[in-house]
């Protein structure tokens, strides 16, 4: 099983560490931090932000997540970046 922690803004994911798993499940869980931006209070006053989770191209994400080299991945003791794939 792999845990991926996605993001297009590379440096906004602070940390990624595994940990005990979760209540009775023989999984791990993994843990990480995101750092963001405060908006100020009134800045956004009538403006709600959505995601639009229909437009994802999950075709496009899932071939290129086939097509990346998991086995090198997986090898190393570092995590790797994939960058430049999905658009």
Avoid: C
């Amino acid at each position: 099983m792999v845990d991926l922690v996605m993001t297009n803004q590379l440096f906004r994911v602070l940390t990624a560490n595994v940990e005990h798993p979760f209540s009775s499940s023989d999984h791990n869980s993994v843990r990480f931090s995101v750092a963001f931006e405060r908006i100020k209070s009134g800045t956004l006053e009538g403006v709600q932000r959505r995601y639009l989770w229909k437009k994802g191209n999950y075709e496009d994400m899932s071939h290129y997540l086939n097509e990346y080299d998991w086995a090198y991945m997986l090898s190393v003791n570092f995590i790797p970046t994939i960058s430049g794939g999905i658009l």
